[in-house]
């Protein structure tokens, strides 16, 4: 995993005398790359990159050059190839030579080789540019779900790139602004965001499954889809489905375990952790190698843990059997209030936005911490939204509803913002980004309407509530230079469970019905049988306390640039505040919700936001 930068101007401009100020972009990102850095600049183009070595950490070196058929190739890529031996292969038999034993040299011969129809043939988590030299153009790619990031920005006659929001901002032509649609998308989708926006104005980023050109000499971004969730019709009994997404799984987890650095697993005793740590396991036996097994817990948690509708069971007794069960290298991260609460700062550093608050802030903790474990982990995020494991699936009154189920507070929501910032309309503002949503899904004629409708569940969560923790994932984790692999996002499986009908994935009544199915023999019953219950968060009033004091001094001081969008006297109420219904998905209730009011002042004042109304 690293960064990647860049910039590329009008022909006939030479970029050398912003070399000094372009390298500022890759600087600030060195969390992600601490291991070597690079660059390429060839008239009109710069790229940049920052290296963390996963694969051949000798040879890997980036910005990675070919010349080949008779253009001079250049690219930055970040990310991993899963499938980088068979397309080696199959490169070998067409005539071409390597060099090293990464997958950046495979990625730059297969675009070489095949042009723009690469990406239809990667299996992998990616970002990547390409800068051809004769044709004067560069090609930009991300991978199909999502999970690596990649941002621009277009001023001045210049195309502009980097893997993190920071390193735009950091180029002297981009100002941290947002305008109105910012202010709605802080306030009204946040943590959440619209895909393909950064935020801030000016700023885009390049959607999940999506590649093309930028064409220097008419200043264009040609951009396409390659990859959407396609409908087509299931032939496959249940057993035979069952049977197909264990392959898949074993495939998807045994390929990304590939790593020429050391490798864990996160293991928070819940389904989806507990099949990967499994298949890992194995892998790990047959090298006579012992798997390393990561988990976090809060400082008093036991003590305060009250049972609930979307955490029905605390973690550590299940994680302690999967342990045994695997016999595995444990190791387990206690988190106390204070740590928690200093990192919600950080997380903001990570992310570059208000996030999840401490859903955030506590990751980016145990990051930190793990990191001396190994340098790679995987993790078992994005299968509630691939087999429907949240409640807002199984809820009949809930996903009939019209709106983003993990967000049905529009109304309470659009209460904070300053009366001269609030869109006209804020049940629309949001309600045209779901609808637009639901009308690009892919439903074959005919289907029956709890078919359509889960499909179009599927589409909303892999298109918004999974980028958000894809986000979240990425930059919590590249803030301590650790890579996180998450097989569940193999696109193979999501297009594959997208086709099935429902009573498939929610078979014997159960959340991930289907996913338990294909799992037996790989964990204990109590395990595989288990109730489903979201990522751990602490229980421990002291947060509550902690993140409530720190808000009233805000409030008290009232210099806060937070107050240029948010009403304070909304804010004061929320103290009193005995809402049930969580600010965004599962686990942001009251705590959570001060807490990234706490994120978005830091962030305003960090970054030093202007806003324009």
């Known amino acids: 995993m690293c960064a990647i930068s860049g910039q590329i101007s009008a022909p006939g401009e030479d970029l050398s005398p912003m070399i000094s100020k372009l390298r500022a972009m890759r600087d600030v990102m060195k969390r992600r790359g601490p291991d070597g850095s690079g660059e390429y600049h060839h008239k009109n183009a710069a790229l940049f990159h920052a290296r963390l070595s996963v694969m051949d950490p000798e040879n890997g070196r980036q910005p990675m050059e070919l010349d080949f058929s008779g253009e001079h190739f250049a690219i930055v890529y970040n990310g991993e190839i899963y499938n980088a031996k068979e397309l080696k292969s199959d490169l070998t038999g067409l005539g071409h030579d390597f060099n090293t034993a990464c997958d950046t040299e495979v990625l730059l011969h297969s675009y070489a080789e095949w042009g723009e129809e690469c990406v239809r043939k990667l299996n992998g988590i990616y970002a990547f540019a390409v800068w051809e030299e004769r044709r004067g153009r560069l090609f930009l790619a ?121 490798v864990c ?48 069971t605390s973690d550590p007794a299940y994680i302690r059997l999967m342990a045994d069960y695997l016999g595995s290298e444990h190791h387990l ?45 995987l993790s078992g995020e994005c299968a509630d939204e691939i087999f429907g494991g949240y409640p807002w699936y199984r809820d009949p009154e809930v996903r009939e509803r019209d709106g983003f189920p993990w967000a049905q507070s529009t109304k309470w929501r659009a209460g904070f913002i300053r009366p001269e910032l609030m869109p006209k309309k804020p049940e629309e503002y949001v309600g045209d980004y779901y609808h637009k949503t639901l009308e690009k899904c892919s439903v074959l004629p005919g289907t029956p309407h709890i078919e359509k409708r889960m499909k179009q569940m599927m589409n909303l969560n892999v298109d918004w509530f999974m980028q958000t923790l894809l986000d979240r994932k990425d930059r919590m984790s590249m803030y301590s230079s650790l890579e996180v692999r998450v097989p569940f996002c193999d696109h193979r499986i999501a297009e594959y469970l997208y086709t099935l009908p429902w009573e498939y994935k929610d078979h014997g009544g159960y959340e991930k019905g289907l996913l338990r199915e294909a799992a037996k023999g790989l964990l204990p019953d109590e395990v595989l049988w288990r109730k489903k219950s979201p990522y751990p968060k602490t229980h421990n009033p002291a947060y509550m306390e902690a993140v409530s004091g720190r808000l009233r001094e805000i409030l008290r001081d009232g210099s806060s640039p937070l107050f240029e969008i948010v009403r304070p006297e909304a804010l004061w109420e929320l103290f009193d505040d005995t809402r049930v219904s969580p600010w965004y998905g599962q686990l942001m209730t009251a705590p959570q919700t001060i807490a990234y009011f706490l994120q978005t002042d830091y962030w305003m004042r960090k970054y030093r936001v202007r806003v324009e109304a």
């Not at 993190?164 to 306030?187: C, S, T």
């Not at 040609?222 to 409908?231: I, M, R, S």
């Not at 990570?350 to 790679?376: E, H, Y």
């Open 265 to 312: 697993t996160f293991l928070s005793g819940g389904l989806d952790s507990s099949i990967i740590s499994s298949v890992a396991n194995m892998y790990f036996k047959k090298r006579g190698e012992k798997l390393h097994t990561v988990s976090v817990d809060y400082t008093d948690n036991e003590k305060y843990f009250k049972a609930g509708k979307f955490q029905p």
């Open 142 to 262: 991300r991978d199909r779900m999502g999970v690596k990031p990649l941002f621009y920005a277009i001023k001045n006659g210049s195309f502009i790139f980097g893997s993190e929001i920071k390193a735009l901002l950091a180029h002297p032509w981009i100002e941290p602004v947002i305008d109105r649609e910012g202010v709605a998308q802080i306030m009204l989708l946040g943590p959440g965001r619209v895909p393909g926006s950064g935020v801030f104005k000016d700023i885009f980023e390049i959607l999940p499954g999506e590649c093309g050109y930028y064409l220097p000499d008419s200043g264009r971004l040609a951009l396409h889809k390659y990859f959407a969730l396609e409908d087509h019709e299931c032939r496959d009994s249940f057993p035979e489905a069952v049977e197909k997404v264990r392959s898949l799984l074993l495939d998807a987890i045994t390929r990304q375990l590939e790593s020429d650095v050391p």
């Open 333 to 377: 991260v206690y988190l106390d209030t204070e740590e928690l609460v200093s990192a919600l700062f950080e997380a903001v550093d990570a992310r570059d936005l208000p996030g999840m608050a401490d859903v955030d802030s506590s990751l980016l903790a145990f990051c930190k911490r793990i990191k001396n474990v190994a340098t790679v982990a």
